[in-house]
């Protein structure tokens, strides 16, 4: 007889203590300008290995459909996975505390130099590389969607249909969320319940 493999938070690491887990979330979101996703992954699942690539994107997409900003969400996830309530806050404070100090400082030094066509510049460019980081990530994630009960080729089409509603179409994001969600959700739940 074999012996049964331990739970799935036995078989990575997890944070060593509250300070730990602040630490980790104020790190990850001073490393993210115009959205973290593809430093939270690299640090989560790769580096810290708190999180396998499955429960990231599982616990991704809940972070996706709860109000209020998605990394945010997941911080208050993991924290609570792993401390509890002290954990949630402690991942909480540890990703808004130092990054709301730097905004607040970055927004008197916006105010004195917010003509400047190198500012404008400057953000544009931030904006493309956020969303040259966000598409990498995505590929990079892929490869769990091979284990989803859709199978990959119908969450390509899902994810083709929501970039096709508000990229080209530009229908509004909620609406085709609530659309596509429902759907995928739906189709889910059968697949599983066969």
Known sequence: MTAQPADDE?????????TDL??????LALQGFGGVLAVVQRELVEKKRWLTREEF????????????????????MIG?????????????????TVPLLVVLMLALVY???????????ALRGMGAVAA???AATGLKLMGALKKHPLGLPMCIALA????????????PLVYVL???GVTACTLTYRKLDQ
């Not at 609570?80 to 808004?96: D, E, K, P, T, V």
């Open 10 to 18: 036995d078989t990575h690491p997890q944070p060593k203590s509250l």
């Open 160 to 171: 083709v249909l929501c970039f096709s509603g508000i990229a080209l179409l530009r229908l």
């Open 178 to 180: 609530l659309g596509l």
């Open 22 to 27: 602040f630490v980790s979330f104020t790190l």
């Open 132 to 134: 040259g980081l966000i």
């Open 80 to 96: 609570h996975r792993y401390f509890g309530l002290r954990g949630a806050m402690a991942a909480l404070a540890g990703m808004l």
């Open 111 to 121: 105010a004195q130099f917010a003509g400047h066509p190198g500012v404008a510049g």
């Open 57 to 76: 994107v599982e616990e991704w997409a809940v972070a996706q459909i709860m109000p209020g900003p998605n990394v945010v969400n997941l911080s208050l």
